[in-house]
């Protein structure tokens, strides 16, 4: 099975801070990979798919960028609204597999 | 508008069954692929169960695999999961979920989830 890993697990970070996330797979995953926000007690938001394209109705400030095994979600100017938890899956047929999540704090 | 409710959850005891229910509306549960999804009190997101756009494939997380069952019925527009042999690491938030995909020259390829439900609990516990 495909495993993610995530890192920085935890990050602290003011508002306007410039935010990377990074998620490895364990072996090539192409470009099948999500990135998600969940604030807490609700359910997680689609915000990259296939790597690197926006859902719609995301905003700009989010972007998805890798292929193969290093995956990076890029927050430019971090907003109140973004202190969250984010987290990677990669899809196919067979696993759905989650990375373990990165919580983004208030510094 | 898109949306998926989730039903059934609540308190069982170990080695007992439950049964889940997501009802759909907006969207056609039978042109998608779904997935049902939960999340351990303070812990991350797993993936459970998924069943193909038709039906015809149902794909299973190792540690419900023989214990868990998804289906659909589509004449109600509702996702199932039927759970069985519950232990306490099954206590968590299940979410049901619609894959976002497309069909290239009669390849499947999966997205990401692109519709949440709110979530139902379910804890295991004597």
């Known amino acids: 099975d495909i495993q993610l890993t995530q890192s920085p697990s935890f990050l602290s970070a003011s508002v306007g801070d410039r935010v990377t996330i990074t998620c490895r797979a364990s072996?090539?995953?192409?470009?099948?990979l999500a990135w998600y926000q969940q604030k807490p007690g609700k359910a997680p938001n689609l915000l990259i798919y296939?790597?690197?394209n926006l859902q719609p109705g995301v905003p700009s400030r989010f972007t998805g960028s890798g292929s193969g095994t290093e995956f990076t979600l890029i927050i430019s100017s971090l907003q109140p609204e973004d202190f969250a938890t984010y987290y990677c899956?990669?899809?196919?047929?067979?696993?759905?597999?989650f990375g373990p999540g990165t919580k983004v704090d208030i510094q | 508008q898109v949306q998926l409710v989730e039903s059934g959850g609540g308190v069982a005891l170990p080695g007992r069954s439950l049964r889940l229910s997501c009802a759909a509306s907006?969207?056609?549960?039978?042109?998608?692929?779904m997935l049902w999804v939960r999340q351990a009190p303070g812990k991350g997101l797993d993936w459970v169960a998924f069943?193909?756009?038709?039906?015809?494939?149902?794909n299973y997380a190792d540690s419900v695999k023989g214990r868990f069952t998804i289906s659909r019925d589509t004449s109600k527009g509702a996702l199932l999961l039927q759970m069985s042999s519950l232990g306490v690491d099954d206590t968590a938030v299940y979410f049901c979920?619609?894959?976002?995909?497309?069909?290239?020259?009669?390849?499947?390829?999966?997205?990401?989830?692109?519709?949440w439900g709110p979530g139902t609990t379910v804890i295991v516990s004597s």
């Open positions: 979920a619609r894959v976002k995909w497309d069909v290239i020259r009669s390849d499947h390829y999966y997205y990401g989830v692109d519709v």
């Open positions: 899956q990669h899809l196919n047929l067979y696993q759905f597999t």
């Open positions: 907006g969207f056609t549960v039978g042109r998608y692929p």
């Open positions: 069943i193909s756009y038709d039906g015809s494939i149902e």
């Open positions: 072996q090539d995953i192409s470009s099948y």
């Open positions: 296939a790597a690197s």
